[in-house]
């Protein structure tokens, strides 16, 4: 696992979390636990960056993601946020308490804690207000100038929510596409679905489609749209793209198994692992299936990645406290052939 790879994660007063500490982070991060314990929100923590304005950015277009709020950009391509929440619902959708703030803590060196990142929000940090034509939605400890222009940032938010099947990057995403690994690793990813698929490609004008994806099949003459197949083909056409544009950094993915036939998880699991190592992306998904721990396992066993491979489980105790515990390659293992729920 390279150096920029968090190993420690702490957030306060952040949706479900008084606080919550996770340690001992790898490079690829399964999160299991009971409904409704913070999954979610432990993979929208992790959408804090350096920038203020773009953790902020992040977290509002998490709630974009899920109908909470719209935004209408203008031709000069500033922000309006209008929603059906006032200011303080939509407080209630981020902070645990709304008149603090969020609070996060990381290292990426446990040995080496001065390389500790700490980012502070201010419950007020929303206001519907708009002043000079931009939105004022971050103020206190975030200035204008961190938010002009804002719109480049939407749609880059690297998380992938359980429900997400093609949202509208997903062309700037495939155009990023600059290798032949690339495209192989593409190719080899979705055969997972059907080993039939030899090529993909982006059509201007097809039929009566304007822009649209066209999947080539070994055993067929004709193109066929990907708009034809299954939302699970389009949910892992989408993850991997997405892995594909972020060399470097980190991505979060909810309910990583939706949409996968268990009997193929592992080839999935495997090729997600692979593609990472390669781009040093830095991974954590969630699960509720068993299936998707042992396939999990299985890759990361077949492929030698057992150093870098954990699971971290979250489980509530007591006044609805979150604590996690965080199993390496040898505790998932030992849960595995002992059948000791590892789930939580």
């Not at 409904?35 to 920038?51: Q, Y």
């Not at 400890?141 to 938010?157: G, Q």
Request: glycine fraction near 4%.
């Amino acid at each position: 696992m390279e150096n920029q790879h968090l190993t420690y994660f702490k957030v306060e007063n952040f949706k479900k979390f008084d606080s919550l500490e996770v340690k001992d982070i790898g490079q690829f991060n399964l999160i299991v636990g009971d409904n409704n314990v913070g999954k979610t929100c432990f993979l929208e923590a992790l959408l804090f960056d350096k920038s203020k304005a773009l953790f902020a950015i992040n977290i509002l277009d998490s709630l974009r993601r899920r109908g909470l709020l719209e935004y209408k950009t203008s031709a000069d391509n500033n922000i309006s946020i209008t929603s059906s929440l006032n200011e303080r619902r939509i407080k209630n959708r981020i902070l645990k308490n709304v008149d603090e703030g969020v609070a996060i803590f990381s290292y990426i060196d446990e040995k080496d804690q001065n390389l500790l990142n700490k980012i502070i929000l201010k419950s007020s940090f929303y206001s519907s207000k708009r002043i000079d034509n931009d939105l004022d939605f971050f103020h206190n400890n975030i200035s204008f100038d961190e938010i002009k222009n804002v719109s480049k940032y939407l749609n880059i938010t690297p998380f992938i929510g359980f429900n997400s099947l093609f949202t509208e990057d997903i062309y700037s995403l495939y155009n990023n596409i600059k290798t032949k690994s690339d495209k192989e690793n593409l190719i080899r990813t979705i055969q997972v679905i059907d080993t039939n698929i030899i090529d993909v490609e982006l059509r201007q004008n097809f039929e009566d489609l304007n822009l649209v994806f066209l999947l080539s099949f070994k055993n067929k003459d004709e193109f066929i749209p990907v708009n034809y197949l299954g939302d699970g083909f389009k949910r892992i056409f989408y993850i991997i793209l997405k892995i594909m544009s972020l060399k470097g950094k980190r991505i979060m993915i909810d309910e990583i198994e939706t949409g996968i036939h268990y009997s193929r998880q592992k080839d999935f699991w495997s090729n997600i692992l692979k593609i990472c190592n390669e781009l040093d992306v830095q991974l954590f998904a969630s699960t509720h299936s068993k299936e998707c721990i042992q396939a999990f396992y299985e890759a990361g066993k077949e492929l030698n990645e057992q150093k870098d491979i954990r699971l971290i489980s979250l489980q509530e105790g007591e006044q609805d406290k979150i604590y996690s515990t965080t199993y390496n390659f040898k505790n998932i293992e030992a849960g595995l052939y002992s059948d000791i729920e590892l789930r939580a």
